[in-house]
């Protein structure tokens, strides 16, 4: 089962910023989208962010655009999510996501059901 290591959470005050790591072992999924979702307790599992294998392209959730960027770094196989200006709702526990399915340079997937691979989870608690 290949597995997606993440990193990088932690307990910040609000206005502070962290950054998650998800490291993938070498070339499992250097042509596939990957992405962050998250889940607060009692809530379903919802995008964060996603990018498509090539770095190209990303998509936003409404809730962390202009605060959040996602960037992949090809060669390290590696996700990051900065996340700045956090506010005490992006209190959840993060996840790292990978697609098998076909991804073209540019593409990328939103929904959870088509990412098949995830990392553990990492709790960011924002406090007000």
């Known amino acids: 089962q290949v597995q997606l290591v993440e990193s990088g959470g932690g307990l910040v005050q609000a206005g502070d910023s962290l950054r998650l790591s998800c490291t993938a072992p070498?070339?499992?999924?250097?042509?596939?989208?990957m992405g962050w979702f998250r889940q607060a307790p009692g809530k379903e599992r919802d995008l964060v962010a996603v990018i498509s294998w090539s770095a190209v392209n990303t998509y936003y959730a409404d809730s962390v655009k202009g605060r959040f960027t996602i960037s992949r770094d090809i060669a390290k196989n590696t996700v990051r999510l900065q996340m700045n200006s956090l506010k005490p709702e992006d209190t959840a526990v993060y996840y790292c996501?990978?697609?098998?399915?076909?991804?073209?340079?540019?593409?990328?997937?939103?929904?959870?059901?088509?990412?098949?691979?995830w990392g553990q989870g990492t709790q960011v608690t924002v406090s007000s």
């Open positions: 070498v070339r499992t999924f250097s042509r596939n989208a």
């Open positions: 996501a990978a697609t098998s399915k076909y991804s073209s340079s540019t593409g990328y997937y939103t929904s959870r059901n088509d990412y098949d691979y």
